[in-house]
């Protein structure tokens, strides 16, 4: 039976599309979904296709916080900040090391990391403090900005993400802090997930 031209063709823009996502290492994924305006890119069928299959992928990020805050995010979920270098959003980043200056306030001995899964969506990258787009992206249907490591004109050299939906970011576990709030914040976080596991939480 002969395979119809539309199918045919589907099929093997899922081949390649598979092909080019598993090549895509993670450091570099959202370079594949980030555009000019959305304008530009409506007619391109396969460039739509590749951002939002990358834009469905889960990451494994690092947000700072203060136990405090943190036993708040693990019992009702994120809150997203009101401003901050990318304007809206919940700030996490795959680089623990960036994690570790928050909140700037708090001595680092006083800190708690907490590891979360992030739903990135459609992303901005972010390269200068002085992009356009650098607290408005939002606006332009963007779901988080990114601001890659080793940015020119930007304040840390470490990479960087904000989430405007808090519900694209998930509690997985505490990985850092000092040892009393961690026993505390882990105690509180398994008793969550074993009575019922609640939708900002990695079960």
């Not at 007619?43 to 708040?72: I, N």
């Not at 960036?98 to 901005?124: C, E, F, H, T, W």
Request: glycine residues 6%; hydrophobic residues 40%; positive net charge.
């Amino acid at each position: 039976m002969k395979m119809a031209p539309l199918t045919a063709a589907i099929l093997t823009l899922f081949v390649l599309l598979s092909s080019i996502l598993a090549d895509v290492h993670q450091a570099e994924a959202p370079e594949l979904f980030d555009n000019e305006p959305f304008y530009k890119e409506v007619d391109d069928r396969v460039h739509v296709l590749v951002r939002r299959a990358a834009g469905r992928r889960a990451y494994d990020m690092y947000h700072g916080t203060s136990e405090q805050a943190a036993s708040s995010i693990i019992m009702a979920g994120f809150k997203p900040s009101v401003n901050g270098m990318l304007g809206q959003g919940v700030y996490v980043s795959r680089d623990i090391r960036k994690a570790q200056g928050y909140p700037g306030n708090l001595s680092p001995a006083d800190r708690i990391i907490l590891k979360v899964r992030v739903i990135v969506g459609k992303v901005k990258k972010i390269d200068s403090a002085n992009h356009p787009l650098r607290a408005t992206w939002h606006n332009y249907g963007y779901d988080s900005a990114w601001v890659p490591p080793n940015s020119p004109q930007w304040i840390s050299p470490l990479t960087e993400n904000c989430v405007w939906d808090s519900k694209r970011v998930k509690v997985m576990d505490v990985v850092q802090g000092p040892a009393a709030a961690i026993g505390r914040l882990r105690s509180l976080l398994y008793s969550m997930k074993a009575n019922q596991c609640k939708p900002w939480l990695v079960c």
